[in-house]
């Protein structure tokens, strides 16, 4: 019997083909039920909020899945991840693909993205000062959103 080529599996992109086993997450059904969870949730949410989302959906997948599947697209830049005042990551959906911040309700979780011109020109020329190269950083601002100041 001979096999045609559309009858052979794809082969993995050269990336996935080194990545350690159990890391891989494009192309499965768990992780197209992820990124649709993400899509329908509201600003930043914990794992754990995300599992939810997906059992509320009917979906069988595991909590450790769902941190594994989240941690590569969070490494991979499709997902945005911050951590919050008590230190829990929390994830959504990445709307740019450049390198951009994040200001965050604390009471609700809405988020915006916003530029940090300033605070990249602040980033190098302390790194410059200080002889430092291949800086980067993390800026998280949180606070309240409009609607909820209005409470």
Known sequence: MTTSQSDRPAEPAADEANRPRGTRVRGTKQAAALVA?????????????????????????????????????????????????HGETLYRQCVTSTHHHHLTCRDCGRSVEVEGRAVEQWAEKVARENGFTEVGHTVELFGRCPDCAGH
């Open 37 to 85: 969870a993400l899509d329908n949730l509201p600003g930043f949410c914990s794992a754990q909020q995300i599992h939810a989302e997906l059992r509320r959906q009917g979906e069988h997948i595991g909590l450790t899945t769902v941190y594994r599947h989240l941690q590569v697209l969070s490494e991979e830049g499709s997902v945005d991840s911050i951590r919050d005042d």
